[in-house]
């Protein structure tokens, strides 16, 4: 299984036959508007995907990251207020719940011809969206600081913990590490994190009933919050991209955020001495456990089911243009881990690989997953301020889950 | 005026009210009554770069065809009201007969969301509009006072707050108080606490929110009183500056009794207005700690991933019926004050 993993990650296949008469870039008529969460590598991608449109149709994109608030909105209109939606194995589920994406075969068979065979998504046999790029949370350190202080770079989130501390007593830094634990979806994300890591399962088997109130919901939140208590008070506010500003601002030494991060992270904007001191590590295992506390994810393209023929096929081809860009990918190798085909792998990959082959779960696509992460995301606030106990808040998180679960007609 | 020239006259802005008010209250009614058609789950098979595994999706089509039969969803009566995220009657109810003390039987209800976000919704109402009356009250004064030529620059200065959008008024705010930005530094040097941090206590934050209410609020309360100002009868002060009377015995006297009906009118206002309270929490990133009904309402039609129309538009109407209660008590004053001057 694990090198099965591996293969299908690294399958940077180097059979550059071209096959196929249609090219994908340069459609010629319809109009492409997409919809897309806001970091760097978005950004890149989007380049690639606006010169793969060519000016011959109307092109336009919306970077958010409340993209997976708008989305089921956005895409529920007849037609829908955005041809395409950039989508993760987070963001799909809530998509597919409501057939809002539509089956993409029969452009795949004309246009992919360069497609991997892992970048397609297929549920229940039908491809439904096109994967560019892997992704996972894992930890970055700053090495001269830890070679400084002796320190060896953390393998499980007891060491890391332990490094913090020992950092903080120093007096070389107030907070030295970093995590986004925003109330609302990344503290939420969090949880997630280090709930599988330690083992945990999120429902009940075979059922939508909740089941997160146990020892391993404890012990996560309890190792979530000793990392609180190592990093900026105002954590409660702050998002990926705050984290990563304090990161090129040399406030921290040690943090868990996105891979894909590192084109932001080592560019040549902010201080170059932080950057050169920045290293990439895997992420962490939790708990005594041997895999780490993360998940993986994939981020895909998708066409909204309700938008005109037309519009679909030119917006399909501007992407998956991208998508199949080995130029893209080798261009950009650092970026982010690109599952395009002859991609030959950059420097920042090792992590995400890493989580692979050592067991990290895929975030859980259930249907009514994302009700979890609702109720994850406001519930957990308390016990992190300390006024709550653990047992407390993940009761809170079932109780409340269950009233949002029956509304939806999941339970 | 006739009464039908009054009908005429009000024809347009009534009908206007009943389009873009009344009817969406009775929709937003009768979809609280309703929750989503029962999802029907099939197991199928996905594939993607991390492998392939059999998985539970939505059967789109099943589903669909009951919502043809219900577009409305399923009715659940009040149950919606009653549940865990609105009235709670259930968890109360058992709190109430496991819970020792009167102490913990209070920390149980106001662990509640709709019990935590009406604490916080009450808390601001009532904590922001008095000061907003009396600031306004003040500022009003002061200015009145001023010489003709700066009374428009100082008019302008005072109802800036009110100018700048509250989003963008609470995000200028919050970067100041962040810990690195001026506010916070500050604070956080006068009280030579490192760790001392505005957004990460929620007491802190709560007097934040607090503060920035009334900031934003008084240039309202300031305007009108400076309006009713300009009636104040100046027969009355002249007899009063003969008889000898200071000015804070011509404002406590004449000045406060003439403004009276204003300041309830300010106070009606405040009172609904604050209830409402929104764009401070999003502008302060203050969700994780004060919670108000209005984001209730937001969070259950934003922040999920799919909109949860029956519980928004239950708090829609438990929000309705609040402030209802709130104002009754300044109405039924104002009422009977207008039927005694009659």
Redesign the interface.
């Known amino acids: 299984?694990k090198k099965?993993?591996i293969a299908?990650?690294l399958s940077f296949m180097t059979s550059g036959a071209y096959a196929g008469s249609h090219s994908p870039c340069g459609p010629t008529e319809g109009s492409i508007n997409i919809l897309a969460n806001e970091f760097n590598t978005y950004r890149i991608f989007m380049d690639e995907v606006k010169s793969c449109a060519g000016s011959d149709v109307d092109f336009s994109v919306t970077h958010s990251v409340?993209h997976?608030?708008l989305?089921?909105?956005a895409l529920s209109a007849n037609p829908s207020e955005f041809s395409a939606k950039l989508v993760t194995?987070g963001?799909i589920?809530?998509l597919?719940?409501?057939?809002l994406l539509r089956p993409l075969d029969d452009l795949v068979a004309k246009y992919g011809a360069n497609l991997n065979d892992?970048?397609?998504?297929?549920?229940?046999?039908k491809i439904y969206a096109v994967?560019f790029m892997?992704n996972a949370q894992h930890l970055w350190y700053r090495e001269s600081i830890l070679n400084e202080l002796g320190i060896a770079v953390p393998s499980t989130y007891e060491e890391v913990i332990a490094a913090a501390q020992k950092i903080k007593d120093s007096g070389k830094m107030?907070n030295p590490y970093g995590g986004a634990f925003?109330?609302?979806w990344n503290?939420a994300q969090e949880f997630v994190n280090m709930y599988l890591g330690h083992g945990g399962e999120f429902f009940k088997s075979g059922s939508a009933q909740p089941n997160v109130n146990n020892e391993n919901g404890v012990a996560a939140l309890n190792v979530m919050k000793k990392l609180t208590e190592v990093s900026?008070?105002?954590?409660?506010?702050q998002d990926t991209n705050a984290v990563k500003e304090e990161w090129e601002s040399g406030n921290l030494a040690l943090m868990h955020v996105w891979n894909s991060g590192a084109s932001s992270l080592l560019d040549d904007e902010g201080d170059q001495a932080v950057r050169a001191d920045t290293r990439l590590a895997p992420s962490p295992s939790v708990g005594g456990g041997s895999m780490p506390a993360t998940t993986?994810w994939?981020d895909g393209i998708a066409i909204a089911t309700n938008t005109s023929d037309e519009n679909a096929e030119a917006s399909f081809r501007a992407l998956v243009g991208a998508a199949s860009s080995s130029e893209l990918a080798n261009s950009n190798a650092d970026a982010t881990v690109w599952?395009i085909k002859d991609y030959k792998g950059g420097n920042t990959a090792g992590p995400v690989v890493d989580a692979?082959s050592r067991g990290a779960s895929?975030y859980p696509?259930?249907?009514h997953m994302?009700?979890m992460h609702?109720a994850l995301?406001?519930e957990l606030?308390?016990f992190l301020?300390g006024?709550?106990s653990a047992e407390?808040a993940l009761a809170?998180v079932e109780?409340?889950y269950?009233?949002?679960a029956?509304?939806?007609?999941?339970l | 005026m006739p009464h039908k020239t009054f009908f005429w006259f009000f024809f347009p802005t009534g009908l206007a009210m009943i389009l873009f008010i009344g009817l969406p209250i009775v929709s937003s009614f009768f979809q609280s009554l309703h929750?989503?058609?029962?999802?029907i789950?099939m197991e199928?098979?996905?594939?993607?770069?991390?492998?392939c595994t059999t998985?539970?999706?939505?059967d789109?089509?099943a589903t669909?065809k009951l919502k043809e039969q219900n577009p409305l969803?399923?009715f659940n009566g009040f149950g919606?009201y009653t549940?865990?995220?609105h009235l709670a009657f259930d968890?109360i109810g058992e709190a109430w007969n496991t819970s020792s003390s009167i102490n913990e039987f209070k920390d149980i209800v106001l662990?509640l969301?709709f019990y935590k976000a009406m604490l916080f919704t009450l808390t601001f109402c009532f904590a922001v509009t008095p000061p907003v009356i009396f600031l306004g009250f003040i500022v009003a004064l002061s200015i009145n006072t001023l010489a003709k030529s700066l009374k428009g620059l100082a008019i302008f200065g005072s109802i800036l707050p009110m100018i700048v959008t509250p989003l963008i008024g609470s995000l200028v705010l919050f970067w100041m108080i962040?810990?690195q930005g001026i506010i916070g530094a500050t604070i956080k040097i006068l009280f030579s606490d490192?760790?001392?941090?505005l957004?990460?206590s929620?007491t802190l934050t709560w007097i934040t929110l607090i503060i920035y209410g009334i900031w934003h609020n008084t240039p309202f309360a300031f305007i009108v009183f400076y309006a009713a100002l300009q009636t104040v009868p100046q027969d009355p002060i002249e007899a009063a500056l003969i008889d000898g009377a200071s000015r804070f015995q011509r404002v406590r006297y004449i000045v406060i009794p003439h403004l009276y009906p204003v300041a309830t009118f300010i106070m009606l206002i405040c009172l609904m207005d604050n209830f409402r309270v929104f764009e401070p929490i999003i502008g302060f990133?203050a969700?994780?700690?004060a919670?108000s009904l209005s984001w209730m309402i937001y969070?259950d039609l934003?922040?999920?991933?799919?909109?949860?129309f029956?519980?928004a538009g239950a708090t829609s109407m438990l929000t309705i019926i609040g402030i209802a209660i709130l104002l009754t008590p300044v109405l039924l004053r104002t009422w009977r004050e207008f039927r005694t001057e009659r």
């Open positions: 299984m099965l993993i299908l990650l409340d997976n608030k989305q089921v909105a194995n963001s589920t809530p597919m719940n409501d057939g892992n970048q397609k998504i297929t549920i229940d046999g994967a892997a107030a925003k109330s609302g503290l900026n008070p105002d954590f409660l506010t993986l994939w599952l692979a895929p696509s259930f249907p994302s009700l609702g995301s406001t606030v308390e301020q006024n709550e407390k809170d109780a409340a269950i009233a949002k029956t509304e939806q007609g999941f | 929750i989503e058609n029962q999802q789950l199928v098979e996905n594939c993607d770069p991390f492998g998985n539970v999706r939505v789109v089509e669909e969803g399923r919606t549940d865990r995220n968890e662990n969301p962040d810990s490192p760790n001392l941090s957004k990460s929620s990133s969700e994780g700690v919670q969070q934003r922040n999920e991933n799919k909109m949860l029956g519980s």
